[in-house]
């Protein structure tokens, strides 16, 4: 069983910062496309970030471009999460995603079909 390990979450103010981390070795190393989804209540889960094999590119949803910056360190086989100027409407829970390998990352990284293994999620909560 493969287990994503997920950390940073918490509540802060509208336009604050936090950072989140995704680690599962081997998992999250630079092999893989790893994406960020979100889910609000009562929302569809969406695509936030993700990163490609070999971090060349980087793909965001319109809503957080500019805000939000995916990275690994491959010392760490770790993936962050950098959320800038965040907003009300940012609240959710935050779930890690490896994606599948049948799958072009620039392509299926915001498709939650395309996920073989998801984190537990970590709540981000901004208040205005």
């Known amino acids: 069983q493969v287990q994503l390990v997920e950390s940073g979450g918490g509540s802060v103010q509208a336009g604050g910062s936090l950072r989140l981390s995704c680690t599962a070795s081997?998992?999250?190393?630079?092999?893989?496309?790893v994406s960020w989804f979100r889910q609000a209540p009562g929302k569809q889960r969406e695509g936030v970030a993700a990163?490609?094999?070999?971090?060349?590119?980087?793909y965001y949803a319109d809503s957080v471009k500019g805000r939000f910056t995916i990275s690994r360190d491959n010392t760490k086989d770790t993936v962050y999460l950098q959320m800038t100027g965040l907003r009300p409407e940012d609240t959710a829970m935050y779930y890690c995603?490896?994606?599948?390998?049948?799958?072009?990352?620039?392509?299926?990284?915001?498709?939650?079909?395309?996920?073989?293994?998801w984190g537990q999620g970590t709540q981000v909560t901004v208040s205005s």
């Open positions: 995603a490896v994606v599948s390998t049948s799958y072009v990352c620039g392509l299926g990284w915001s498709r939650s079909h395309t996920v073989m293994h």
């Open positions: 081997r998992y999250t190393d630079a092999r893989n496309c």
């Open positions: 990163i490609s094999p070999g971090d060349t590119n980087q």
